[in-house]
């Protein structure tokens, strides 16, 4: 009976493995904050990368990875509504897309981190400002809300770009999850 039952979660088709993954997602958020920034470490180590360059594709790989994770949880909902008699247009409406960000442009010394929730939540936007603009590698903070951008001007000395990039990230991760228990 054991052997009928690991066969059968072996055989799921596609959508029922989508939903048992986004709800693992929304289950353990943590992990949504973790593993980004570890296949982005695993990758700019696999090809060697340093500096300006790793930065880049850190970022790149960790904003990749959360839209990834974001789509997993859309469609896991999807698919628990359509069973539940909602329809998906329903369900997709009501949901905004708060975790992804991306690089917009970076060139050393400063980036642009395109932020969705940055135009919609104004009270995450002064936080993440003020708590940027305290780091002792932030020279300037900047943020566009009608583009929902922020611009980063910062001093690496004493930090590869890697381990800023990984600062940065964090800052913003605790800032968000800081906003969402107090939200």
């Given amino acids: 009976m054991t052997s009928t039952t690991s066969t059968a979660n072996l055989n799921l088709a ?85 975790q992804g960000y991306a690089i917009a442009h970076a060139v050393p010394g400063r980036v642009r981190l395109k932020m969705p929730q940055l135009s919609l939540d104004r009270d995450f936007a002064k936080r993440l400002q003020q708590v940027l603009s305290t780091d002792e590698y932030v020279n300037r903070v900047r943020i566009n809300y009608a583009a929902a951008s922020i611009i980063i001007n910062y001093n690496n000395q004493g930090l590869s770009d890697w381990e800023l990039g990984m600062r940065l990230m964090g800052i913003i991760n605790r800032v968000r999850q800081e906003n969402q228990v107090s939200g």
């Fill in 14 to 98: 596609p959508e029922d493995a989508t939903a048992q993954i986004g709800g693992f997602l929304r289950e353990h958020g943590e992990i949504e904050t973790i593993l980004p920034v570890a296949i982005g470490v695993f990758i700019t180590s696999q090809f060697k990368l340093r500096g300006a360059n790793a930065l880049l594709v850190n970022l790149l790989v960790a904003s990749l990875a959360r839209q990834v994770f974001t789509k997993l949880k859309q469609e896991g909902k999807s698919q628990v509504s359509q069973s539940n008699g909602v329809s998906t247009e329903e369900t997709e409406a009501s949901q905004v897309d708060l």
